[in-house]
């Protein structure tokens, strides 16, 4: 059993979105990402199945062009290779669920 928070050890970056890996499983991998208001993440794609959680905050979430913006509370579940872009409009707690064949440094090197 592992017990990880969203919430403890925050760290907002001034220059660009905060990684950190919370949890590893057989099945995935969970990823907070930090946000402040106007840092973005470049679109992308990922090579498995993802879902995103904005824990706390909001985010223009962009997929294939089309913006929406996902607030506290709302989730969103993406399959493979689909594009999809963020942008923080209100300082941010993003909770990431990824594949756990999917590397975290991919996730990493997108900011």
Same mark, same amino acid.
């Given at each position: 059993?592992?017990? @990880?928070? !969203?919430? %403890? ?14 949890? *590893?499983? *057989?099945?995935? #991998?969970?990823?907070?990402? @930090?946000? *402040? *208001? ?5 679109? =992308?794609? &990922?090579?498995?199945?993802? @879902?995103? %959680?904005?824990? %706390?905050?909001? +985010? ?7 913006? #929406? !913006? ?6 969103? &579940?993406?399959? %493979?290779?689909?594009? =999809? ?10 909770? !990431?669920? +990824? ?11 997108? @900011?």
């Amino acid at each position: 059993m592992k017990i @990880v928070s !969203l919430t %403890e050890s925050l760290m907002y970056k001034e220059d660009k979105p905060a990684i950190t890996v919370l949890l *590893k499983t *057989k099945a995935s #991998k969970e990823i907070r990402i @930090v946000m *402040k *208001k106007g840092q973005l993440m470049k679109e =992308h794609k &990922a090579p498995f199945p993802i @879902v995103i %959680e904005i824990f %706390e905050g909001a +985010i223009d979430f962009g997929v294939n062009g089309e913006k #929406k !913006l996902l607030k506290k509370g709302d989730l969103i &579940a993406l399959d %493979e290779n689909v594009l =999809h872009d963020l942008t923080c409009i209100d300082d941010c707690i993003v909770r !990431l669920s +990824i594949s756990s064949f999917d590397t975290t440094d991919r996730v990493k090197n997108l @900011v």
